[in-house]
């Protein structure tokens, strides 16, 4: 049992502000940075606001299981 505690001591944690991340975004990341507005030229949304959507929709870390 101490093992099994030191194992679930040691899962990697991000600190507050931040996320673990896939190193290649999902299919759902990727379609929620689709969703922003686009207009003719460029997008209408800064970079930030693609990573934010992004990100928003990356799976959550669940310690292995």
Same mark, same amino acid.
Do not use: H
């Given at each position: ?12 944690? #991000? +600190? ?5 991340? +896939?190193?290649? +975004? ?5 379609? /929620?940075?689709? /969703?922003?507005?686009? =207009?003719?030229?460029?997008?209408? %949304? %800064?970079?930030?606001? =693609?990573?934010? #959507?992004?990100? #928003?929709? #990356? ?7």
């Amino acid at each position: 049992l101490a093992t099994l505690d030191r194992l679930i001591a040691e899962q990697p944690k #991000a +600190p507050d502000g931040w996320r673990l991340v +896939p190193i290649e +975004p999902t299919d759902e990341m990727i379609k /929620n940075g689709e /969703n922003l507005e686009y =207009f003719e030229g460029g997008y209408g %949304s %800064s970079c930030t606001e =693609f990573y934010k #959507a992004m990100i #928003a929709l #990356a799976p959550t870390y669940n310690g292995g299981e």
